[in-house]
């Protein structure tokens, strides 16, 4: 079993729809939880992060974190196409080594 | 101001060459790191440097793959005696010492490794 797990899909939705993405985990030792974004043929980019559990709003996307569940989401309010592109979900523990480790990502459509 | 840089964006090597790929971080990030990304995965850990000095190796696959930075900017991936498994995006990422540091890393363009 992987450390991460992140259905790939692809996910293909209307203009205007809530878009809903996560993963699930099996280290208990992450403690910052991030979602990247990576469009065609670029690298990914820091999207959210979350220190331990709760919520956190930023614009249209919102990232929770339930660390007794060891699951992680992201919620896209009023997609647009612009957010077509893959969602990586992203973590690592405390301390002082800031190595990631990924989902595999899950692509996404937003069809004008 | 300028990301990070990649070099070269393809190579394409016969099996059993070695490669040298490049990278080259933000001015003035301490950390870089090396990730492997094969299609349609996220990327994978290779290792990470803190100014010049490898913290963290633990992520590159066998002994035919090292790293350095050696004065604490440029590095350099090296992979020897290539093999086809070895093909796939390779990324640099770095991120500076505080603040979104914690969090935040810098992703380069990343090299487009095919071995035949």
């Known amino acids: 079993q992987k450390e991460v797990e992140q259905d790939p899909g692809p996910l293909s939705v209307p203009e205007g729809a809530i878009v809903s993405l996560n993963c699930t985990y099996s280290?208990?030792?992450?403690?910052?939880f991030m979602w990247y974004r990576q469009y065609s043929r670029k690298g990914p980019e820091l999207l959210m992060y979350?220190?331990?559990?709760g919520n956190k709003e930023d614009g249209r996307f919102t990232a929770q974190v339930d660390k007794s569940s060891k699951y992680i989401s992201l919620f896209i309010r009023d997609s647009q196409p612009s957010d077509s592109a893959t969602y990586l979900c992203?973590?690592?523990?405390?301390?002082?080594?800031?190595?990631?480790?990924f989902g595999k990502g899950t692509l996404l459509t937003v069809n004008p | 101001g300028a990301g990070v840089s990649q070099s070269p964006r393809y190579k394409v090597t016969k099996r059993g060459q070695d490669v040298a790929l490049r990278c080259d971080p933000i001015?003035?990030?301490?950390?870089l790191y090396w990730y492997r990304q094969a299609l349609g995965q996220g990327p994978e850990f290779l290792t990470y440097?803190?100014?010049?000095?490898?913290?963290?190796k633990s992520g590159l696959p066998n002994d035919r793959f090292s790293a350095e930075r050696p004065e604490g900017s440029i590095s350099t991936l090296t992979i020897q005696r290539t093999e086809q498994r070895d093909s796939a995006m390779y990324r640099c990422?770095?991120?500076?010492?505080?603040?979104?540091?914690?969090?935040?890393?810098?992703f380069g363009p990343g090299t487009r490794l095919l071995v035949l």
């Open positions: 990422a770095s991120s500076p010492e505080t603040g979104l540091g914690v969090v935040a890393q810098y």
């Open positions: 280290n208990s030792a992450f403690q910052y």
């Open positions: 979350t220190y331990s559990s």
């Open positions: 992203a973590m690592r523990g405390g301390g002082s080594n800031y190595k990631l480790t």
């Open positions: 001015s003035g990030h301490v950390s």
């Open positions: 440097f803190n100014y010049e000095a490898q913290q963290d």
